[in-house]
């Protein structure tokens, strides 16, 4: 896939999210360009989203969390308050502190990843779809 | 360097604690062009070396030790949030 597909096909999904989004808060709108801290703000709550559309997830039951990418990405930039995944299957919501939690919780370690499209290595958390789960927004909120 | 290695090194990075001298140890063992993705990764190291400090005070001295413009933007939060989360599971 190409660096343009790839841009092509995060934005659609940001597009996605954005109109489910809006049935809730008409006022959400999606931040256009490059823009690093987020993906989606939403007025009426003031709260950002940051959204990472992962379809290999439904191959490899990996969830990839980058955070280096030739320079600091993702999560060790991301100002969103929420991250959202989309497996292609489901989206999956997370707080900033529930994907660190993850990470530091379950003890996970930094791989280097480099992808077909990649001019640079990216280093990301590779995280078992079932073991995020547990720190999704519902199950922090469920815990006592 | 091969991941392994640099995970090696960014467990002894950690185990510095105090950031000065956590810097002080990757620059004088990675080679230049790792330095900044040393610093991106062993803020996810330094949340459990903290942790592992017997006063709140240290804990805290340890946390501030981290500048607020430290390389990369969120540094002091992410290690400040973590050593948090590590608190309330334990």
Known sequence: MTFAKDLSTGNAAEDRILEKLQAA??????????????????????????????????????????????????????????????TGEELLWFSREGILDCILSEGMEPVRIAGPSDRFAKWAFLIPLRILQRYSVSERAAQP | MKPAQLKAELKFAAKKIYYPRVVEY???????????????????????????????????????????????????????AGVKILWKRR
Request: charged share 25%; aromatic share 12%.
């Open chain 1, 25 to 86: 808060f008409p006022l959400a709108y999606r931040m256009l360009g490059m823009h690093p801290d987020f993906d989606i703000w939403i007025p009426e709550l003031a709260k950002s989203v940051e959204v990472k559309l992962d379809l290999m997830s439904q191959k490899t039951g990996n969830i990839v969390v980058e955070y280096y990418h030739n320079k600091a990405s993702a999560l060790t930039v991301s100002k969103a308050d929420y991250w959202v995944f989309d």
């Open chain 2, 26 to 80: 990757i620059r004088a063992n990675l080679e230049p062009e790792f330095h900044d993705l040393a610093l991106a990764s062993v803020i996810f190291y330094l949340p459990d070396q903290i942790l592992s400090l017997p006063t709140k005070e240290e804990r805290r001295q340890a946390i501030d030790s981290i500048p607020r413009d430290a390389y990369p933007a969120h540094s002091r939060d992410m290690v400040e």
